[in-house]
């Protein structure tokens, strides 16, 4: 006999935004799952809009899309109850879903995670991986559960970090990993075959969202870690940053150079033929490969012009302390 829940088009609410959002949206398009509303963020005018729109998708496909900041209202919640859908799906939506609303798919609520969990749970996991220095990352699919990101797995898509890839080069990899896994699990999922497998927590750990100032280059550090921290918060994102005699330098890329330099106490900057490198901790070495001097884009002539020829002696910062207390997440 026929079960009908799975004999009929499935229906589905979807929080979404960003890349990621847009591009397993589509997925669920061509899976022909009924969208029966999309809900998705305000853009805010002071963020950096690099990424593709949800709410654009939502309205070309004449789809019902709400914009809110969260997912707590009553209202929210009884306009989803009427619904009725099978499933919820999160995909890069910025706030946590409370479970009273998860529990409103009758057939599950699923989130995508940019990183293989049970690694890097909770914000920013593509540039957290990049700044760790991780050889590969990739997208999760799992079930939500009052934890973050602790759910049961679904799938996952790899993909590999190259030693000079920016998070956002990473992101976007990730962003097509996220489709990939969809197109993949989608038939066992909407069929009601998908197996799903537990986490083990102790795996991985959560990590908080990263601010603008937490790119603040910590010069005590050695050259691979300074190195990571450039390109895991290069453009698009906010991006490294130091002083040097009062004016503000923006490191925007770094290579680590092959020939080590003397190991030194002190590490320093300087400009050598045409090109600006710096002397690190334990004898390393990187090239600066793109920098801005208080908000103009510079080069070694013009750093020479501004600051000399001569070694300048670069100081330590406070360690980063969002790289040591993981996140204000409750686990």
Partial sequence: MTDPVHSRRARAVVFAYHNVGVHCLYSLLAHDVEVALVITHPDDPNENQWFASVGELAKEHRLPVLYVQDAQSAQLHAQIQAIAPDFIFSFYFRRMLPTALLALATRGALNMHGALLPKYRGRAPVNWAVIHGEHETGATLHYMTAKPDAGDIVGQERVTILPDETAGEVFDKVTFAAQALMQRVLPDLLMGTAQAQAQDLSQGSYFGGRR????????????????????????????????????????????????????????????????????????????????????????????????????????????????????????
């Fill in 212 to 331: 603008p100032e937490d790119g603040r280059i910590d010069w005590s550090a050695d050259a691979r870690t300074i190195h990571n921290l450039v390109r895991g918060v290069a453009p698009p994102y906010p991006g490294a940053f130091t002083e040097v005699r009062g004016l503000h330098l923006r490191v925007l890329g770094t290579r680590l150079e092959p020939q080590s330099s003397p190991a030194t106490d002190a590490p320093a900057l300087y400009v050598q033929g045409d090109a600006c490198f710096v002397d690190c901790l334990q004898g390393g070495r990187l090239r600066l490969l793109d920098i801005e001097i208080d908000g103009k884009s510079g080069n070694a002539a013009q750093f020479a012009l501004r600051f000399g020829s001569e070694r300048i002696a670069l100081g330590s910062a406070p360690t980063d302390k969002a790289n040591t207390i993981h996140s204000s997440i409750q686990t």
